[in-house]
C-alpha cells in the first residue's frame, strides 16, 4: 500500500496576503485532489500552539514562531520600512543571525514535529522556502530520516540572491550547499534563476522548473470606483531601492500627467514606501497627481481590480536571477502589460527603465488597436498542468 502522507514545511499562508501563501495553498489543493494526506507546518499568528483540522485529510500545525527573532508572519508583509533602513541594531542582527531571523522559528518546527508528530509516518516531505529556513528544518528531517522524498522549494534563491548584497556571508555558499545535499528534488519557479543553483555545485539534474502554483479566481470589488474617462494604470507590489526602482517610472509619469491630465495610476502596496520614492520627485501630493494610493487588499478582489485597468506597470529586477511573482495575475488579466527595464516577453510592451520613454510611451498611449494575446505564457503559468508536474515529482519512488 502506497503512503500518501506528505509533510509540508511552511512560512507563509493565510491569512497572509503574499505570493507564497496562494503557492502553498496551491500545492496543497494539487496533493488533496490527488488522495494525499497532508500535515501543514506553519508559524502561528499568535505565537501559540494550534492544531486546526481543516478537512478529513488536510490538517494544519500552527507552531511558534518564537519571541525574540521572528515579528508576526501575518502582519504586513510588505513594509520595506525604507526610511529605517540603516538602523544600526537591524544591520547587526543581520550580520549575527544565520541564516536571518526566521531560525528560531527553524528550531521550534522541529522540535515540534520531533515530538508531536511521528517522521516514520510520512513518505514525503515538501520545504517551501523564505528562502532558507525551512529547508534547515528539511534537512533535520532528511537526516532522521533518509528514505523520505524530499523537494525543497524555492521562491528567490538564497546565497546568490542579488537583493542580499549587504548580508551576504563568506560561508554562505558552503552551509547552503550542505543543506542541499541530501535533498531529492530542488523546485524553482523559472529558469532565469537556475545559475544561482548550480553555482552552489547542485546537480542540474536535481533542479526542477515548475512555476508557482497559482490558482486564478478573481471577485469584483465592487466597493472601488474605476472611472472609465481616464487611461488606469495600476502597480501593485513591493517598491525596491536596489532591486527595482521605481523613480523613473514615477518621473515619467508626472511628467505625462502634466501633459495629459486623463490618467490614473493605481497604487497597491505600502503607502509610506511610495511617498519615499515620490518625494525624491516632486512635493505634490498623490492625489495632485491623480495617484490613488491603497494599502494591500486581498488577491482575488485585486485581481478583479486588475481586469478593469487599461495599463499594468511591472518594473523588471535589475539580476535576470528574479522575476516579480505579479506576472502570473497580470497576464491573466488579459490587459496591456507594460514592462520597464529589462526585456521580459515578446509579449509585453517593454521599454527602457528611463524617464523619457515612460512619459512618451504614457503620452502617446491608445489602447484601439491593440493587439495582446498572452496564449503561451498562460499555457506556461498552466495551474493544471504544473500541478501535474509537481505530484510526478513526488511519485518518482512509488
Known amino acids: ?149 524530499w523537494l525543497a522549494d524555492y521562491g528567490d534563491p538564497y546565497t546568490f540572491n542579488p537583493g542580499r548584497t549587504r548580508e551576504k556571508r563568506f ?25 544561482a543553483y548550480t553555482d552552489l555545485k547542485i546537480p542540474r539534474d536535481k533542479i526542477n522548473v515548475i512555476p508557482q502554483l497559482f490558482q486564478y479566481q478573481p471577485i469584483s470589488a465592487p466597493e472601488y470606483n474605476i472611472q472609465s474617462k481616464f487611461i488606469n494604470l495600476i502597480y501593485a507590489g513591493t517598491l525596491y531601492e536596489d532591486i527595482r526602482n521605481p523613480i523613473e517610472f514615477l518621473k515619467g509619469y508626472v511628467e505625462a500627467f502634466k501633459k495629459r491630465n486623463d490618467l490614473c495610476l493605481h497604487f497597491f502596496g505600502e503607502k509610506q514606501d511610495l511617498l519615499y520614492f515620490l518625494n525624491q520627485i516632486t512635493h505634490e501630493e498623490p492625489e495632485d497627481l491623480n495617484i490613488r494610493v491603497n494599502s494591500y487588499i486581498e488577491r482575488r478582489k485585486l485581481l478583479g481590480i486588475m481586469k478593469e485597468m487599461d495599463i499594468l506597470v511591472n518594473i523588471s529586477n535589475i539580476s535576470s536571477l528574479q522575476l516579480p511573482s505579479k506576472l502570473i495575475d497580470y497576464v491573466n488579466s488579459g490587459n496591456c502589460i507594460l514592462n520597464i527595464g529589462r526585456k521580459l516577453n515578446d509579449e509585453f510592451i517593454n521599454i527602457p527603465n528611463e524617464s523619457m520613454y515612460i512619459e512618451k ?38
Open 1 to 149: 500500500m502506497i503512503n500518501k502522507s506528505v509533510l509540508i514545511i511552511g512560512y507563509w499562508y493565510l491569512p497572509n496576503n503574499s505570493a507564497r501563501t496562494f503557492h502553498t495553498q496551491g500545492i496543497i489543493s494539487s496533493l488533496l485532489k490527488n488522495g494525499y494526506k497532508v500535515e501543514l507546518i506553519v508559524p502561528s499568528e499568535n505565537n501559540k500552539t494550534s492544531v486546526i483540522k481543516e478537512k478529513h485529510n488536510f490538517t494544519i500545525h500552527r507552531v511558534k514562531r518564537g519571541i525574540f527573532l521572528n515579528k508576526n508572519v501575518n502582519a504586513k508583509m510588505y513594509n520595506n520600512n525604507l526610511v529605517n533602513k540603516n538602523s544600526l541594531i537591524k544591520k547587526f542582527i543581520k550580520k549575527i543571525i544565520w541564516p536571518d531571523k526566521t531560525i528560531e522559528w527553524t528550531l521550534n518546527s522541529y522540535r515540534y514535529i520531533a515530538k508531536q508528530l511521528n517522521i516514520e509516518d510520512y513518505k514525503q516531505l515538501i520545504t517551501i522556502g523564505l528562502p532558507i529556513s525551512s529547508h534547515i528544518t528539511g534537512a533535520l528531517i532528511k537526516k532522521k530520516k533518509s528514505s523520505i522524498i
Open 171 to 195: 560561508m554562505d555558499p558552503w552551509i547552503e550547499r550542505n543543506i542541499m545535499k541530501k535533498v531529492d528534488r530542488i523546485i524553482i519557479p523559472h529558469k532565469e534563476s537556475l545559475k
Open 361 to 398: 510611451f504614457l503620452i502617446n498611449y491608445n489602447s484601439e488597436g491593440q493587439s495582446i494575446n498572452y496564449d503561451k505564457i498562460l499555457e506556461f503559468y498552466n495551474y493544471e498542468i504544473n500541478s501535474s508536474k509537481y505530484i510526478s515529482l513526488l511519485r518518482e519512488r512509488e
